[in-house]
């Protein structure tokens, strides 16, 4: 029997791990524990997600909770030591770039148990983000790379990694077309509408910046309902705003998966500087802005789907007028991604049952 340790904690890595958490079922002599850093703790951003996509318990939940980026990394490095240490796994699985996935990705390297990292070779080339760090890092000590697609593989190619770097697909594509259907049976708001998320420090952590963003979201063709992750609630908070200021501007909390798929093919046009947004826009066809000055999903950007906007803010309005060109499906695999890093894991850790089979 070989253990493998899926280590989520924010999130998006609670709706990467569902897909493979399903695939990997196929290989019961692979025990698949879970742990949970504790990065994210409400309810609205950890357990819905557990009971909406049926997510394992995980084996330990680290409470790391927020703090500084050394804080919150610290708190989890020695929980995730003294669980690899008693579960002795054979594997370690990491995903995306939170402080989590480098945490859990350190922490195995230094005890030489092999790392998978799933949405490896992403790259922004912006290295004040701290999860371009946390990637960077992480491909760097990982010995199973899962990229989403070609242009991961060249990132990857630029820093000297070509070794167990396997194109699967995106898992967020997985789960998005087996959850379409309960979707769609939800009740999203009627009539015409954007659907917008802002949380990435460099758009909320300037007072000045969050404010404008708000003003010119205020005064947009279509009204736009914002759900609102909470470290934007709380700055907003701080910087004493008064959201009846904004009345075209339709605060709701963070939503679930399901709940977040609604508003997302409701909408008109997405408005966010979230990964996985622009991604599950793309991957539903809906035109996209990002508040960004570059994205890791360049491909996203071929023929206006996704558009940036970011220095010049005032650019929002036209750019949400622009129609999209012809749409170029495939880039980011078939659905069927999490099959693929399941088959490979299990190649990784049996390989000579594999090769006998
Ligand atoms: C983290 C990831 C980011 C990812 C995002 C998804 C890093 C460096 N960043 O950003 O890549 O896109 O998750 O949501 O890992 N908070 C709560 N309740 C919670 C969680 C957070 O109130 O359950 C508040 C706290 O005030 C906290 C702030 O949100 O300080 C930021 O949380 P944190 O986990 O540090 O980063 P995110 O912005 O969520």
Redesign the pocket.
Known sequence: MRTLISVI????QFIKAAPIEMAMAAYPDIRFLSVHTG????D???RIFFDQLGLKQPVANLQA???S?AT?TAQMLPGLEALFLEHKPDMVLVY???????AAALTAAKLCIPVAHVEAGLRSFNRT???EV?RVLTDHISNLLFIPGNVARENLLREGITDNVHDCGDVMLDILLTSREKALNGSAPAGSWYYATI???YN?DDPQRLLEILRIMNRLEHEVYFAI???????LKQYGASLEDYPRIHFIP?QSYFDNLQYLLGCERVITD???LQKEAWFVQKPCITLRPETEWVETLENDWNQLVFHDLEALPSALSKTPGEYRAGVYGDGHAAERMAALINQYLNPAAVSHG
């Open positions: 904690g924010a999130r998006p990065q994210h703790y409400d609205n951003m950890s909770g927020s703090g980026h919150q995306g770039d939170t402080n989590s996935t480098l983000m701290p999860e946390n949380h990435r420090p909320t992750h909470p470290r934007t609630a709380n700055l963070p979230s990964g996985g």
